[in-house]
């Protein structure tokens, strides 16, 4: 069955979804955080096909979430190193992981914890609103378009309900 693309769509979330949208490449992405930088590394750690993989971390440079990095010469070895583009994806990351400890671990809690090396506690990821710093909650957010959306779209965008309600529950 052939995927439908996103990256196209007037909306974030497709555009992400479309780069990141199998159980692979969020996984790849997790263990270049916690360190991995090496092709049989993250093969290992994730016990992941190595073409599959390969494919994954191709998909990740070439998007520039990665940067392939030479660490030897002969033979030619690289090392995968995450790119400013692909640290701005930890925030994503840890709200993943926070739903998950919540929803999806069991009663023993979580399997990992974050610890916040500049204060030294536990912590987890907490979406806040950029000006006034307060949690957003679903209840007090709502949809506008916005300058990226296509012009030839805006129109009959605006009659959807999803921008005309001022709360959309």
């Not at 930088?37 to 990740?60: C, H, P, Y």
């Not at 671990?105 to 907490?126: F, K, Q, S, W």
């Not at 307060?134 to 009959?156: H, K, M, Q, S, W």
Request: proline share 8%; charged share 30%; with cysteine.
């Amino acid at each position: 069955m052939k995927r439908t693309p996103f990256a196209h769509w007037p909306c974030s979330v497709a555009r992400t979804v479309d780069l990141l949208g199998d159980w692979w490449t969020p996984l790849v992405l997790r263990e270049a955080f916690y360190g991995v930088r090496r092709f049989d590394d993250f093969a290992e750690s994730l016990r992941i096909g190595r073409n599959v993989l390969t494919q994954r971390l191709n998909r990740l440079v070439e998007e520039g979430l990665l940067e392939k990095v030479p660490y030897q010469e002969r033979p030619v070895r690289h090392e995968y190193v995450l790119t400013e583009k692909g640290r701005d994806f930890f925030p994503v990351l840890t709200a993943m992981m926070r739903w998950g400890d919540k929803w999806m671990a069991g009663d023993e809690g979580p399997p990992i914890v974050l610890r916040h090396e500049t204060c030294g506690h536990a912590t987890r990821a907490e979406v806040v609103c950029a000006e006034c710093h307060e949690p957003l909650e679903y209840e007090d957010v709502r949809a506008e378009l916005g300058p990226g959306f296509p012009d030839r779209l805006r129109e009959r965008a605006a009659q959807l309900p999803r921008f005309t309600h001022s709360n959309p529950h």
